[in-house]
């Protein structure tokens, strides 16, 4: 079970949240002169990483305000929570663990869910 | 030379105290060039590698495996397999399979412990209701046997369970005699040691790193063995099929998340059949061990850690409990998570793509295991002709830009 640091409430148990998907997706531009397969790709496809991801949450049974965040997916550890309209923060300054695609992190995949 | 297992076998065996039992497959190290590489050794890709060397006489074929055979969802699901799905393309599909089921223990001369005992879909509320009798008349009309049983009628199959007194009364089900169980690590030896009989190279502990193309067109795979060309590479990786098409720059429709599953301490047969509940979420069968299978859901949010949340196993366990109180006091044994990926429209994709010899067979979700066979016919026929089966021509990528989707979300009788 995740601990997620909401950034109007603070640390909270995961069950106060639902998860809303890939953050910073971004409607395409000049609608009508693109074709179905954007629109599609618009509509259907997301980021699916294994290791870093942004990630929208929603603080559904506290102050429901949405909010940014990026979490190592390969791992759970949640890296930092962020405003919606705070700039994302850039991904190297974080270290993903994992090494090879199918490769595992060496301390166990789920032991960074409980705060450092 | 072909391995056949019968009461004989069994009983030399047992004379030389089953230490004589020939290998399974061979363990052989990675030639440089193949006409087809399938990666991923569950039970889709080894059955794609079997009827690739069967149906079509393809020679030439590796699979590789970054772990174990079958060490992936293969091993890691609740192995009900029924066909009852609402839209005919779906219908269609999982009844090719179910057929192949029926057969394939004789098939493979390969015990797969395929056990007809029925599948039940419990109906909660009044939506319920309507929605498994809409299923069951679909079905009917596609000639799949599915039939809509009263409450009576499943308190006589399976009297332990708690109809009335409970926040979601059971109401009735649906009911496909046919449908069962199948033992998982079976399927996936079976068709093993039959594709490595005829020649294809079973290649464990190879991961795929990255899929090399150029000009559009696949060159190979890089590998933990080196790099391996290719004319064609199916990939079917489960969970992990984003990230190998990310590395050959296609973009899938796919999420990927843990499902979890669990079993309990064994006990005296208790539950004969398979009842699963969309509405409360628990499904469960008993295995031969005498081991309750309990199914639980996915996490809301995705992640590649084969673990996931402990909120889920607690929602599942509840409803079990309220669902039949006499497990009550049973303990669990263990508990697991697999990575599945989900598509949209929470039906598969078996398609080829924009890269010339690629082909994707990806997005089961949490219900492929009934699938195995029929998804690896179809998708051996799609790489053997570079064209789709009939079965299969509506699973395929572009259904993401024309919008017609197979939208299986709730209107089947999955169960998440």
Not at chain 1, 43 to 61: D, M, Q, S
Not at chain 1, 94 to 101: A, C, I, R
Not at chain 2, 84 to 109: F, G, Q, V
């Amino acid at each position: 079970m995740l601990i997620i640091n909401c950034p109007y409430c603070g640390p909270r148990d995961q069950s106060e949240f639902s998860n809303g998907g890939e953050a910073h997706v971004k409607r395409p531009d000049g609608s009508k002169e693109i074709g179905d397969r954007e629109w599609g790709e618009y509509v259907f496809i997301r980021a699916n990483p294994k290791g870093l991801f942004y990630e929208r949450w929603v603080h559904t049974h506290g102050c429901r305000k949405w909010f940014n965040c990026v979490r190592d997916t390969s791992t759970d550890e949640i890296l930092v929570t962020y405003k919606l309209d705070e700039k994302k923060p850039n991904l190297n300054n974080f270290k993903s663990v994992v090494k090879t695609p199918s490769g595992e992190p060496e301390v166990g995949s789920g032991n960074f869910t409980v705060e450092k | 030379m072909k391995k056949k297992y019968s009461i004989f076998s069994l009983a030399k065996n047992a004379l030389s105290g089953h230490k004589e039992w020939p290998k399974m497959w061979r363990s052989p190290e990675p030639r440089e060039f193949y006409d087809v590489i399938i990666i991923g050794g569950g039970g889709h890709g080894l059955g794609t590698a079997y009827y690739l060397a069967k149906e079509h006489g393809l020679k030439n074929i590796a699979l590789i495996e970054k772990g174990w055979l079958g060490g992936g969802n293969t091993g890691r699901n609740t192995t009900i397999i029924r066909s009852n799905y609402l839209w005919d393309d779906s219908a269609h599909l999982y009844e090719h399979s179910l057929k192949l089921w029926e057969n394939l223990s004789s098939e493979l001369n390969y015990n797969v412990m395929f056990s007809q005992r029925g599948v039940m879909n419990l109906a909660h509320n009044e939506h319920d209701i309507k929605e498994i009798k809409r299923r069951v008349s679909a079905n009917n009309l596609n000639g799949i046997d599915s039939f809509w049983l009263s409450k009576e009628e499943i308190q006589k199959k399976v009297p332990i369970m708690n109809t009335d007194n409970l926040r979601y009364p059971v109401l009735g089900a649906s009911y496909q005699p046919r449908g069962g169980v199948a033992r998982h690590d079976a399927i996936a030896w079976g068709f093993a040691m039959r594709a490595d009989e005829m020649g294809v190279d079973i290649i464990q502990n190879c991961e795929a790193h990255q899929i090399r193309t150029k000009n559009g067109t696949i060159e190979g795979v890089e590998t933990s063995k080196g790099f391996l060309r290719a004319n064609k590479i199916g990939v079917v990786a489960s969970g992990h099929t984003g990230v190998l098409a990310e590395s050959a720059g296609i973009r899938l429709p796919l999420q990927s998340k843990p499902l979890q599953a669990l079993v309990s301490e064994p006990i005296k047969p208790i539950i004969d059949t398979v009842v699963m509940s969309s509405a409360v979420h628990a499904y469960v069968s008993q295995s031969d061990k005498g081991e309750l299978v309990i199914g639980a859901g996915t996490d809301s949010y995705n992640s590649f850690t084969q673990r996931g949340g402990f909120n889920i196993i607690e929602d599942t366990i509840r409803a079990m409990v309220e669902l039949y109180p006499v497990f009550g006091k049973m303990k669990m044994l263990r508990q697991w998570g697999g990575i599945v990926d989900i598509c949209p429209d929470a039906s598969p994709i078996i398609s080829k793509c924009d890269i010339d010899g690629l082909f994707f067979n990806c997005g089961w979700g949490t219900g492929g295991f009934k699938a195995t066979p029929g998804s690896a016919n179809v998708f051996a026929h799609t790489i053997a002709k570079n064209e789709p089966h009939q079965i299969n021509s509506a699973f395929n990528l572009d259904r993401f830009a024309s919008g017609r989707l197979v939208d299986e979300h709730g209107a089947a009788a999955v169960a998440h």
